[in-house]
T-cell receptor
Framework: KQEVTQIPAALSVPEGENLVLNCSFT??????LQWFRQDPGKGLTSLLL?????REQTSGRLNASLDKSSGRSTLYIAASQPGDSATYLC????????????FGTGTRLQVFP | DADVTQTPRNRITKTGKRIMLECSQT?????MYWYRQDPGLGLRLIYY???????NKGEISDGYSVSRQAQAKFSLSLESAIPNQTALYFC?????????????FGPGTRLTVL
């Protein structure tokens, strides 16, 4: 059974720091991996999606990498800002046909001025 | 306007009541999903549908039912609500035709069962 783990559960950093959020999965046979942002009282916003054939994806200050052999994905946030404060979730898709996502429990990030 | 909308946004109900949560989307996507989120457990899939005639159980479907009334609408029902169904419920959509089925989420419905 695929399990997705995110460490740390919470992180507090000063503004301007570069930071890395970690996501681990137990079964390397994933179809893709998606990173989301969740703000309090709001839904999930898709940040980046990495297909199994890709190694990384970039969007602005965000870079996500995928290493299937080690069962890991990382989300790198450059020059963090207070507006980046949110919970970050990763989710692994098991196959193209079923498209079901297995979610991690998230990393709650706080960036203080 | 939001692409994926959910109604109601908040609901408080009593044990034993029938509840329906509704999801509508204007993205034209064929696939729709219902998830619930509990503290410390992440999001878990309840049901999913690939088109109007297709309904599939997810990880935790017991106590729930769904209806795909149209391509744009997917409803989740709790026939007899119980307190452990208190959670945040999310609807999501994706588009197989896009080649990469990235999922897009609604704002969520916070349900409290007393």
């Amino acid at each position: 059974k695929q399990e997705v783990t995110q460490i740390p559960a919470a992180l507090s950093v000063p503004e301007g720091e570069n930071l890395v959020l970690n996501c681990s999965f137990t079964d390397s046979a994933i179809y893709n991996l998606q990173w989301f942002r969740q703000d309090p009282g709001k839904g999930l916003t898709s940040l980046l999606l990495i297909q199994s054939s890709q190694r990384e994806q970039t969007s602005g200050r965000l870079n996500a990498s995928l290493d299937k052999s080690s069962g890991r994905s990382t989300l790198y946030i450059a020059a963090s800002q207070p507006g980046d404060s949110a919970t970050y979730l990763c989710a692994a898709s098991l196959s193209y046909n079923t498209d079901k996502l297995i979610f991690g429990t998230g990393t709650r990030l706080q960036v203080f001025p | 306007d939001a692409d994926v909308t959910q109604t109601p946004r908040n609901r408080i109900t009593k044990t034993g009541k029938r509840i329906m949560l509704e999801c509508s989307q204007t993205k034209g996507h064929d696939r729709m999903y219902w998830y619930r989120q509990d503290p410390g457990l992440g999001l878990r899939l309840i049901y999913y549908s690939f088109d109007v005639k297709d309904i599939n159980k997810g990880e935790i479907s017991d106590g729930y039912s769904v209806s795909r009334q149209a391509q744009a609408k997917f409803s989740l029902s709790l026939e007899s609500a119980i307190p452990n169904q208190t959670a945040l419920y999310f609807c999501a959509t994706s588009d197989l035709r896009a080649g990469v089925p990235e999922q897009f989420f609604g704002p969520g419905t916070r349900l409290t069962v007393l």
